[in-house]
């Protein structure tokens, strides 16, 4: 035993930088799987935290082949009413708020700002919530809230909150019911607070599409039988037969999406829920489980490497008595053992990672006590890497007679490079595919960005003015009294912030058209550079008038047949149609959306996010100190969120960011372990034909001769490669891209550049070890050999 671990020392002390970059490499391979797995972890159980989740569902309505998630209440109170096998229901408004507010402590006045629903009393049934005081079965009335922990630890420290008070701007006090535990992050509900719906709040408002229902039932099973059921027995008001006809060729549906599965779905419009693409996840894990195969294929091909060179030694030993089987559970053990010091140098890169500005791309905890399962199976993965890397080598070395072996020389088995050339083809597949995929996810994201949206955000600035909506007039001429203003405009929502816009169903004509509607202020259309393709843009009487104005886009010009001078009855008249400005994510086509000038009878809230429109050239930042300046004069107490549009435009997209970013980090990593391999294989190749090369030295072989012979078996094995890796990285990309309706081109050159990454990389480092073999001694290569 002894002499096998001295023989083994001496072969790595040889081969030192091919054993420490394996080393290196594997250990940064079992470093990324860790981090790669909590963050699926993270996400694969987003919404599995409440209670009896299963039977926890969202009911959306499908026009055309459209789903929505927004209903009209009365429509919602009748679905939840239909089935016995409905055990709660409850409605919620669309989407999670942003809510401002404040306490007042000794006469001091301290902000907050948190997520907020505003829900009815039985979502505290539909959704577990853990209550640390107070409980659902006190009355739920308007002007109520229930309250997370940490916010109350926020406000009041450890003192009780329940009966106590929080002011919202617009809303008057809000009276604490109860504090319930915090939800964890991987959670839609995570640190939100929630207030009481007004019990006759749109209760009989079949118009107003805003809510969004929640269920939960007695098995999950009966959840079609729940949608069946209702479609028979739904009678619709007067005047909204079709909205709700269920026969086969109207194109109206209903369906129920299991909670823990909305955190994917990604043909619903307006969904405020957290999004993630599971096609992303999966290529993700797809790369997890490459770079651990990559990295075992690097340490097979080490171990089997060294087979040649140890195989004289072990031999002797089962000519002096050792046992077969009792030496290859020593040759098993060595491998084993470098593969779990290669695991525990992983949790040492995983803790360093940690502690890195790149671990804000991942979502997930990554504190190892916080994932043992994922710690623990990793560590038998690295043993199971060990066992397989090892056994080979090991059966190998011990499957011949000891007298053959001692009379013959095993420098490099033809079985055996075949081998290691096999499994080399296989990391340069592995790194053909992840360099075509990780360019098309820089280019898709570079698409998002910088693709027209149909107005000009590059100058913007924007702010939500809400708590000093009454003094608008006064900030916009103070805003545009400053040199590098250019001009201010208003929205009742932030452009290109979200998939989810306020949406409403209309009646039009002979039918009902339904439009995501955007009110803003009359100036919008002008400030903002979007084209009017027809008509007019709005004017100021327009504000003046009993019923608004309309500006469509040609989406719903085309789908509803409009024309200037239509009517929506009691909203207003159809002014102007505009181009197809894309005021959703690239994500979604785009459909039928209005912008909306309020006339006198408004029963909505006012436009009070600030378009800020600067002058070119301008000093951008100094533009920002003074909007800054400004509202501190309006309201010193509180802080506002003043941001450039660009940056708008990326929140949108950051989970793609955040999981491009994350791919593109990851298929780095496997292609660096891949190309370590490829430079280890290439030293012991050199180093074993040492003597090869110096008989050709010689015999008058030239350096150049050499390193051209070398790189020829290369090159054949990267061609063949990247034959294999092109349909299957287009194929995947293409798949990947159907989450997109708009989408960059599959450009030919990325894949040409893929193959010339690679064959720099490779033969320079073909190059490099050959010449320095090449260039030494030749006579001293062949004595000793």
């Not at 420490?20 to 594997?26: R, S, T, V």
């Not at 499908?62 to 919602?76: K, N």
């Not at 005021?583 to 459909?591: K, M």
Request: hydrophobic share 45%; with cysteine; aromatic share 14%.
């Amino acid at each position: 035993m002894k002499t096998i671990f001295r023989n083994f020392l001496r072969t790595v002390r040889r081969f030192k930088m091919a054993v420490a970059l394996n080393m290196l490499g594997l250990s940064v391979a079992f470093a990324a799987f860790m981090v790669i797995m909590m963050q699926l972890h993270y996400d694969f159980s987003y919404d599995k935290c409440y209670k009896d989740h299963d039977r926890i569902f969202r009911l959306e309505y499908s026009r055309d082949a459209s789903y929505q998630t927004v209903l009209a209440r009365p429509f919602i109170e009748q679905f939840i009413e239909s089935s016995p096998y409905i055990v709660a229901g409850a409605l919620t408004n669309s989407g999670s708020l942003t809510t401002r507010f404040h306490i007042e402590k000794n006469g001091e006045r301290f902000p907050f700002e948190e997520k907020s629903f505003v829900v009815t009393p039985d979502f505290f049934k539909v959704f577990s919530f853990d209550f640390v005081e107070g409980s659902i079965d006190t009355y739920i009335s308007p002007s109520t809230a229930f309250i997370p922990l940490s916010l109350s630890r926020k406000l009041f420290g450890n003192e009780p909150a329940v009966g106590k008070q929080f002011y919202v701007e617009g809303w008057g006090n809000q009276t604490i019911l109860a504090v319930f535990r915090d939800f964890p992050q991987n959670s839609s509900l995570n640190s939100c607070l929630f207030f009481a719906q007004h019990p006759n709040e749109s209760k009989e408002e079949w118009r107003n599409w805003t809510y969004i229902a929640y269920i939960r039932v007695n098995d999950p099973s009966n959840a079609s039988v729940i949608i069946d059921n209702f479609k028979r027995n739904f009678e619709p008001p007067e005047g909204r037969e079709g909205q709700f006809d269920w026969t086969e060729n109207a194109g109206v549906d209903l369906r129920l999406t299991p909670i823990q599965d909305v955190h994917y779905v990604s043909d619903v419009r307006h969904d405020p829920a957290p999004k993630a693409s599971k096609q992303m996840l999966m290529i993700l894990f797809a790369i997890a489980v490459v770079i651990v195969i990559i990295a075992g294929i690097n340490f097979t091909n080490f171990s089997t490497a060294l087979a040649p060179m140890r195989v004289r030694s072990i031999n002797t030993q089962r000519v002096l008595g050792a046992l077969p089987g009792f030496l290859r559970l020593s040759l098993v053990t060595e491998v084993v053992v470098i593969s779990l010091i290669a695991y525990l140098g992983a949790i040492l890169f995983v803790d360093l990672f940690n502690g890195t500005p790149l671990a804000q791309l991942i979502d997930a905890d990554l504190s190892l006590t916080a994932h043992p399962l994922i710690v623990g199976g990793t560590a038998l993965t690295a043993l199971l890497a060990g066992l397989l890397a090892g056994m080979y080598p090991a059966f190998y070395m011990t499957s011949f007679a000891p007298a053959m072996v001692l009379n013959s020389s095993f420098g490099l088995s033809p079985k055996g490079k075949k081998l290691r050339n096999t499994l080399i083809g296989v990391q340069y597949v592995a790194s053909f595919a992840l360099i075509i995929g990780t360019s098309f996810v820089y280019l898709q994201n570079h698409f998002m960005h910088n693709s027209p949206l149909g107005y000009d955000k590059d100058e913007l600035i924007t702010v939500n003015i809400g708590r000093i909506q009454n003094s608008r007039d006064a900030f916009t001429n103070q805003i545009k009294a400053y040199s590098g203003v250019e001009d201010v405009t208003y929205g009742e929502a932030l452009v290109s912030s979200s998939d989810s816009y306020m949406g409403w169903g209309r009646p039009f004509k002979e039918g009902n058209i339904s439009f995501t509607c955007i009110p803003v202020h009359y100036t919008f259309l002008k400030v903002m550079g979007i084209e009017i393709t027809e008509g007019r843009d709005f004017r100021e009487e327009d504000a003046n008038m009993q019923f608004g104005a309309f500006v469509f886009n040609e989406a719903a010009r085309r789908k509803y047949d409009m024309e200037i001078g239509d009517v929506i009855p009691s909203q207003g008249e159809v002014v102007g149609f505009m181009s197809d400005v894309k005021f959703a994510s690239f994500r979604l086509a785009v459909e039928p959306m209005a912008f909306y000038v309020w006339g006198t009878q408004n029963w909505g809230s006012q436009p009070n996010h600030a378009y800020i429109k600067m002058k070119a050239g301008v000093n951008k930042r100094a533009v920002m100190s003074h909007i800054h300046s400004t509202l501190a004069e309006f309201d010193p107490a509180n802080t506002y969120d003043v941001r450039f549009y660009d940056d708008v435009v990326q929140r949108m997209y950051e989970k793609e960011i955040a999981l491009s970013s994350l791919i593109t980090l990851f298929s780095l990593i496997a292609i660096f372990i891949a190309i370590v391999g490829v430079f280890g294989l290439v030293i012991f190749d050199s180093e074993c034909r040492r003597k090869e090369i110096g008989i050709r030295k010689v015999l008058g072989a030239s350096t150049l001769g050499i390193i051209v012979m070398f790189n020829k078996v290369y090159f054949k094995i990267l061609i063949v490669c990247f034959v294999i890796a092109t349909p299957l990285a287009w194929y995947a990309v293409t798949r990947w891209l159907e989450n997109f309706a708009y989408k960059t081109p599959l450009h030919w050159w990325v894949y040409l550049l893929a193959f010339a990454a690679v064959a720099a990389i490779t033969v320079c480092t073909v190059t490099f070890q050959n010449w320095r073999v090449a260039n030494d001694d030749p006579v001293k290569a062949i004595k000793s050999e």
